[in-house]
């Protein structure tokens, strides 16, 4: 696995041996930001993490709070739903360590508990035989095409998966002539750039079916009727990868990640907002920050939203090419005005109780009537 992560999945080499190390500056310690240190240093690189917030994590952040009973609330504040773990595995790999060393998981069954406004439920499983049973009771007289549909949708998923992560998620492309090629043909064919929404309803004519089969395209924040048919590799990793759950919570993974990477040398600068970069042509060549500290890497890797990256890279005082002098204003790769469409956020509770509810999934998805609207 480490092999795969370090040399062909990242692209990231190895130093020669008996060089120096480049320095490289990652801004962000969330899991994106993590992963990309973490691969670094096993490639031999020195590595800085800039992290604004006081703790690793980014969006798999945590609050705890005093619960008014006595002890202390601890709250997962973004994501609660872990699959490819195997991802995770690699980045530990890459520092020779073991994954299950560090942090265990566990994996959920059901997945979630998929509940409609019509008072009906389905739970579901990674276990292909033992859903497509319970998609030919729960859908009635749909029953046994459903179940059959759910069968030939999960050999659809697990073939777009595979050509998209061989040929498009673990490759690196340097041009967008890389992305020509027999594998788009493949994905044409597989009709992979169709609509998500009319792709799953060949597959299911139970409406509620249509839903539970489609709605992860809105953790990309996208409708699934108006998400690609690319979109449905989410569903391969809840369907046939399956659901886990990090024993301490979402924030174990990465706070067993920084520890990793300190180990293996990674330096964290936490508390540390970066106000301004410098460029150097087109190469950010130091970053400093709002209490007046500064690096000056070889190379820098940018893990904010795009929004944030964006802003910050627009924020320049950076030595023209001409002269070394240094001038004010936005980097020309950035000075483009942003037509990018962004999708929505949402709003969170998160709430701590004393009480559990045995009946309750770990995860209850709850679909209500206005679905065409999504």
């Given at each position: ?8 999945r ?14 490289v ?8 930001g993590?992963s ?6 096993g490639?031999?690189r020195?590595v ?13 952040a945590r609050?705890s709070?005093p619960?008014?009973?006595g002890?202390?609330?601890h709250?997962d ?8 773990p ?14 299950s060393?560090?942090v265990?998981?566990r994996?959920?069954d059901?997945a979630y ?16 035989a ?14 046994s ?11 659809f998923v ?7 992560m061989r040929?498009?998620i ?22 992979g750039?169709?609509r998500l929404a009319?792709t799953?309803?060949r597959y ?8 539970v089969f489609?709605?992860q ?6 409708s699934p009727a ?12 809840d369907?046939?990868?399956g ?6 919570g ?12 300190r180990k293996?040398?990674v ?6 907002t ?5 460029w150097t042509?087109?190469r ?17 890797v ?7 990256a ?6 320049t005082?950076?030595?023209s ?12 790769a950035t000075s483009?005005?942003d ?11 998160a709430a701590?109780?004393n ?20």
């Amino acid at each position: 696995m480490s092999g795969r992560a370090t040399t062909r999945r990242h692209g990231i080499k190895q130093a020669p041996h008996g060089a120096t190390p480049g320095h490289v500056v990652v801004v962000g310690a969330g899991l994106a930001g993590l992963s990309a240190a973490m691969h670094l240093a096993g490639a031999g690189r020195r590595v800085t993490v800039l992290e604004a917030e006081s703790a690793p994590g980014g969006r798999a952040a945590r609050v705890s709070l005093p619960a008014t009973e006595g002890g202390t609330y601890h709250l997962d504040t973004g994501p609660t739903v872990l699959t490819m773990p195997d991802l995770f595995a690699d980045c530990f790999a890459a520092l020779g360590e073991q994954l299950s060393d560090w942090v265990t998981l566990r994996p959920l069954d059901p997945a979630y508990r998929a509940q409609f406004a019509d008072g009906t439920a389905l739970s579901v499983t990674s276990n292909v035989a033992e859903m497509a049973e319970r998609i030919r009771i729960f859908s009635g007289s749909n029953g046994s095409h459903d179940a059959d549909g759910y069968r030939r949708y999960v050999e659809f998923v697990t073939r777009l998966y595979r050509l998209q992560m061989r040929d498009f998620i673990d490759r690196n492309f340097d041009s967008p002539v890389d992305l020509v090629g027999t594998s788009l043909a493949k994905l044409v064919a597989l009709r992979g750039f169709s609509r998500l929404a009319p792709t799953v309803a060949r597959y299911f004519r139970d409406e509620r079916l249509q839903r539970v089969f489609s709605f992860q395209a809105m953790y990309a924040g996208v409708s699934p009727a108006r998400a690609l048919a690319i979109y449905s590799v989410i569903s391969y990793m809840d369907l046939v990868e399956g659901v886990f759950y990090p024993v301490g919570g979402m924030n174990a993974l990465p706070t067993a990640m920084e520890a990793a990477a300190r180990k293996a040398g990674v330096e964290f600068a936490f508390d540390t907002t970066i106000s301004a970069v410098t460029w150097t042509g087109d190469r950010v060549t130091e970053l400093r920050s709002l209490d007046g500290r500064s690096w000056a890497p070889d190379a820098v890797v940018m893990t904010p939203d795009r929004p944030a990256a964006l802003k910050l890279l627009g924020r320049t005082q950076r030595r023209s090419p001409v002269g070394g002098r240094t001038v004010t204003g936005r980097h020309s790769a950035t000075s483009r005005p942003d037509r990018t469409r962004y999708s929505p956020s949402c709003v969170v509770l998160a709430a701590g109780v004393n009480k559990t509810w045995p009946e309750a999934a770990h995860h209850t998805m709850s679909f209500g009537h206005a679905w065409s609207r999504v």
